[in-house]
């Protein structure tokens, strides 16, 4: 049983010149059981990491004239175990927020679209979940910024047109692809992206690596 905690104050009474004891009892200490520190550790455990989040895919201004109603973002999840997306959103550049029970697959990658309708129709999104958002993304550069249920910035950047970033995404066609991970680890950096067509809902992740890569013929029968 928890001990309580008992004040004792003196009170004078001037007129008498008498002084009055009196004791309050406190509500015991709150202590932090075993039992209570293992549901915490096993609470932060379960929380999904939000490192496993890649923003793989921005494209922001198509080749037809007017709003860009294919426009759209690639997420993609590298962790190794599906990501509850519940409550998580983009609060800048667009405006979207993941409703309950949203999950998105180990190694699959998510759309978040003007309009769902119109991508569909461009692009095969087949078994691709894809989201609608509010507003519209800049075609000369802006900050996209997505955050944790609790407000946490998981990620930001800004992308441009202008500088180190490829302008051939501005209104050709091609759109902004996140290159691999061991390579640009810093979505900041325009050098972390590249200018190819649209591919939504795949992240090609390796492919910098491929091109990369000098082929070695295999030896010949007449070789061994």
Known sequence: MA??????????????????????????AKRMTALTALLIFCAILARPVAAALVLSEIYYN??????????????????????????????SGVIFEFPNTSLLGAGASLLVASDPTVLAMRFDLADVQVFGFGGALSNSGETITFDSPDGQTVFSLT???????PSSTDGTGDSLHRLALAHAPDSQQATSWAARSPDPGIWLEAEPQRENTVAIPAPSAASL
């Open 3 to 28: 001990a309580e905690n008992v004040i004792v104050r003196q009170r004078e009474n001037r007129r008498g010149g008498s002084i009055s004891v009196q004791a309050e009892r406190q509500p015991p």
């Open 62 to 91: 198509g080749p037809d004239p007017g709003r860009d109603l294919d426009e759209f973002l690639e997420l993609t999840n590298v962790g190794g175990s599906p990501f509850d997306l519940s409550g998580y959103r983009f609060s």
């Open 159 to 165: 992308y441009d047109d202008q500088g180190l970033w």
